[in-house]
């Protein structure tokens, strides 16, 4: 086995770097020690303000979409409320309107006659006193226009002759007698309907 070949020429002569002289500096330099401790700091700082700054800026982001999102609640409950006060209008024309159809006179008329079986009052009825009971002296005053007022007494009325006292008195009775059935029947009626 053989060596390798190695270069025996003595005439080679190394080439050296060449040197310069260097003066010192008035101030000596500081360790590297020193200067990279202050390096560190100063990205710690640098570090800590750029993290301060990103949550500041990420405050304000929340801030903002919160900010938007109870803008659009806040829209949205406006919109439904704008809604409900439509609806609510219409629903108090609506019942106007049926007030006004329900109300009518001929509506009425046609349910009292129909679920309560009434029928439209008999027509009024006057009473008049027989001609023997109003005696020419009990006249106040002679007065030939008709509705005049006139003035009897009840000492003429009794004394005459077979319509007098009692007969005004029989009709006022059946007169009250009738209008007492017409309410009696008139408040069964309405019972007998609720």
Do not use: H
């Not at 570090?47 to 109870?70: D, K, P, Y």
């Not at 609510?88 to 019942?95: K, M, N, T, Y």
């Not at 005696?135 to 003429?156: C, I, Y």
């Amino acid at each position: 086995m053989g060596l390798p070949a190695v270069d025996m020429r003595r005439d080679k002569v190394p080439v050296r770097p060449r040197l310069r002289l260097v003066k010192e500096p008035a101030t000596a330099p500081k360790p590297r020690t020193e200067s990279r401790a202050r390096n560190d700091q100063r990205y710690r700082e640098v570090f800590n303000l750029a993290c301060v700054v990103m949550i500041g800026l990420t405050l304000f982001g929340l801030g903002q979409v919160m900010l938007s999102a109870r803008a659009a609640e806040t829209a949205m409950e406006a919109g439904r409320l704008v809604s409900d006060i439509k609806a609510q209008r219409l629903a108090g024309e609506l019942l106007e309107v049926d007030k006004s159809t329900l109300a009518t006179p001929s509506r009425i008329e046609g349910i009292a006659g129909e679920s309560l079986k009434m029928t439209a009052a008999p027509a009024a009825e006057y009473m008049t006193l027989p001609a023997a009971v109003v005696a020419p002296k009990s006249v106040r005053a002679p007065n030939p226009v008709v509705g005049a007022e006139t003035r009897v007494s009840w000492a003429d009325i009794g004394s005459g002759g077979s319509g007098g006292l009692a007969g005004m008195l029989a009709s006022v009775m059946q007169m009250a007698a009738g209008e007492a059935e017409i309410l009696l029947v008139g408040d069964a009626g309405l019972a007998s309907a609720r």
